[in-house]
Every structure is written in C-alpha cells, then in structure tokens.
Nanobody
C-alpha cells in the first residue's frame, strides 16, 4: 500500500520559513519523480516543485528563488524548504509521486500552510 505522509505545515508570518517533509512508503523511491503541489481556496491545484531521482528540478515561476526541493533516498523522504513566504503562498500543500516510466500518480493527504501576520 502506497503512503505519502506530509508534515511540517502551519502558520507563519510573511517573510518567514517553513520546511515540509513527505515520507513515502510502498513505492520504489528511486523509480519516482517526487514533488509538491498546492491548492489555494477557490483555485486549481498547481505544481510547486518536483525533483527526479537524478536531481533534476522543476519549479513554478512564483516560487523560484524562494523554495528548494530535496530528497533523501536513505529515508524515502522529499522535502520542500520554503523561504521568504508570502500570503499568496497560503494553500494546502500535497506531496506527489509519479513513476518515472509508467506515470502512475500518488498523492499525500495534504498539509495546510498559512502565511499571515
């Protein structure tokens, strides 16, 4: 059974930082692109960042220079470091895994990030 379990969300002031973690189980971690999407109220889910097993990354333009993504194969965990947070970053953040070849998608349950003073 595939599980993606996020942690690290919460309330932070504008300009602050948060680090999200996603622990994966039930998948071959190295065979999957890992990453993060987010969904704000009334908006569609959008890509935030992804990272291949080889280290190739892809970021939404809105987070470039502020967010970084990394993965730890020993822990089957992907991270999203979010710096210089803005109110518009407020959303539910979902962990995402996609099999590199077969394109099966898996999703976590989501973690709320709220940026507000």
């Amino acid at each position: 059974q595939v599980q993606l379990v996020e942690s690290g969300g919460g309330l932070v002031q504008p300009g602050g930082s948060l680090r999200l973690s996603c622990a994966a189980s039930g998948i071959i971690f190295s065979a999957h692109v890992m990453g993060w999407y987010r969904q704000a109220p009334g908006k569609q889910r959008e890509l935030v960042a992804t990272m291949t097993n080889g280290g190739l990354t892809n970021f939404a333009d809105s987070v470039k220079g502020r967010f970084t993504v990394s993965r730890d194969s020993a822990k089957n965990t992907v991270y999203l470091q979010m710096n210089s947070l803005k109110p518009e970053d407020t959303a539910v953040y979902y962990c995402y895994a996609q099999h590199t070849y077969y394109k099966y998608d898996y999703w976590g349950q989501g973690t709320q990030v709220t940026v507000s003073s």
